[in-house]
C-alpha cells in the first residue's frame, strides 16, 4: 500500500536561513507528488506538482522539491525563509489511476525572528 | 478567483444529533472531496464524488454519508454526532486530470460535546 512520511513534525528556522521539509513515499511506481501549504486559519494551497519530466520542480512563494527515485523522497526546500512562511506542510502522493491522494502527517513550520 | 466555501467556520453539536457540513465551489468541477484532518494524522478521506449523484467510500467512511444533488454542492451528513467526530472538516474540488491542484476550503471545526 502506498504510504507517505514526514519524519519532522515541527521544525523551527531563523528568519533569512535556508529550509528543507524531508517527505519519504512509499510506492512502486512513478507516483505524482504534491505539497501543500496551510497558512493559519486556511484551507489547504498547492505549492507544487511533480508527475514527470525535470526532477526539480519550481513552486509558488519561491519554493522547490525534487523528486529522487532512488530515495523515495521529493524533500521540500527554501534558500531563504520569511515570518509569513510560518505554516504547516503536507506532502501527499497520488497512483495516478484515480483523484485519492495518500497524505503525509504534515510538518509544523516555526519562524524564529 | 477560484472559490471553494463551507458553510461553517465553526460548529458545536451534542452527542446523537444529526449534523450537515455544506461545501460548495463556484469552478464547475467535477470532483469533489470530504477529508477529515487531526493532529498527526494528515488528511483523510471520507468520500469524494465524481459527478452529480455519484459517490464512493474514502479510508475512513464509517459514521457518514454524503450527498450531491447538484455539481456545486457537496454535502457530509453525520446521522448522529459523536465524541469521536470531533475534528477539522476539509472539503475540496478539482476538475480534469489526476495530477490537477486540489482546492480547498478554509475548513469546518466541529466539536461534538
Known amino acids: 500500500a502506498q504510504s507517505v512520511t514526514q519524519p519532522d513534525i515541527h521544525i523551527t528556522v531563523s528568519e533569512g536561513a535556508s529550509l528543507e521539509l524531508r517527505c519519504n513515499y512509499s510506492?512502486?511506481?512513478?507516483?505524482?507528488l504534491f505539497w501543500y501549504v496551510q497558512s493559519p486559519g486556511q484551507g489547504l494551497q498547492l505549492l507544487l506538482k511533480?508527475?514527470?519530466?525535470d526532477t526539480l520542480v519550481q513552486g509558488i512563494k519561491g519554493f522547490e522539491a525534487e523528486f529522487k527515485r532512488s530515495q523515495s523522497s521529493f524533500n521540500l526546500r527554501k534558500p531563504s525563509v520569511h515570518w509569513s512562511d510560518a505554516a504547516e506542510y503536507f506532502c501527499?502522493?497520488?497512483?495516478?489511476?484515480?483523484?485519492?491522494?495518500?497524505w503525509g502527517a504534515g510538518t509544523k513550520l516555526i519562524i524564529k525572528p | 478567483d477560484v472559490k471553494v466555501t463551507q458553510s461553517s467556520r465553526y460548529l458545536v453539536k451534542r452527542t446523537g444529533e444529526k449534523v450537515f457540513l455544506e461545501c460548495v465551489q463556484d469552478?464547475?468541477?467535477?470532483?469533489m472531496f470530504w477529508y477529515r484532518q487531526d493532529p498527526g494524522l494528515g488528511l483523510r478521506l471520507i468520500y469524494f464524488?465524481?459527478?452529480?449523484?455519484?459517490?464512493e467510500k474514502g479510508d475512513i467512511p464509517e459514521g457518514y454519508s454524503v450527498s450531491r444533488e447538484k455539481k456545486e454542492r457537496f454535502s457530509l451528513i453525520l446521522e448522529s454526532a459523536s465524541t469521536n467526530q470531533t475534528s477539522m472538516y476539509l472539503c475540496?474540488?478539482?476538475?480534469?486530470?489526476?495530477?490537477?491542484?486540489?482546492?480547498f476550503g478554509p475548513g469546518t471545526r466541529l466539536t461534538v460535546l
Open positions: 469552478m464547475d468541477h467535477e470532483n
Open positions: 464524488s465524481y459527478d452529480v449523484k455519484m459517490k
Open positions: 510506492y512502486g511506481a512513478t507516483p505524482y
Open positions: 511533480y508527475f514527470s519530466g
Open positions: 475540496a474540488s478539482t476538475s480534469g486530470q489526476v495530477y490537477n491542484e486540489q482546492f
Open positions: 501527499a502522493v497520488g497512483d495516478g489511476s484515480n483523484y485519492q491522494l495518500i
